[in-house]
């Protein structure tokens, strides 16, 4: 990739409503983690993500309410076009009030493999401790690629479920980072 990856916080001002215009969140799936037995095997499933206007308006609704309530919201740019994004909640929970969670983080399809993801994931953890988190909660997609992906910057096994957040997606596998 020959231009520069630009990874910086965002505000309202810039979740314009064409900010996912041309995102593209777009996810072929053959094989994901499910739980049996107390352990964590492999299944073939497939299945496509692919987000429509009515998606990306949601996603965006959550963003603005994200930062509204104090959090964070992380975008990656290349040549000023939106590659990736993600963000950070900023009500601390569980039994320490030691965790924050990470709702979203995407690359779009046709910028994966350069690095991306994880240069926004370490900025999330650095937000998430300026937040006061010591760990980072993650309802992460059951693919195997997703699950790669979570394993590679040091995501293991949640210690506290959310149940709330276990609720919206109850095939997600529940992850953290201790910061």
Known sequence: MESKIIIKS????DLKDT???DFKR????????FMEDDQYKVKSDHFVDDWDDVKKAQVLSDL???LLKGGKVIGAFISEELAGFANIESSLFGS???YVELPYIHVSSDRRGYGIGKKMFNKCCEEAKRLG???LYIAAHPSVESQGFYE????KKAVEINDEIKAREPLDIQLEKVL
């Open 152 to 155: 590679a910057v040091g995501c």
């Open 96 to 98: 320490k009030k030691e």
């Open 19 to 21: 900010f996912l215009k």
């Open 10 to 13: 965002l505000g309202l001002e």
């Open 64 to 66: 603005r309410t994200c």
């Open 26 to 33: 777009y996810q072929v799936t053959h094989k994901v983690l």
């Open 133 to 135: 988190a010591a760990k």
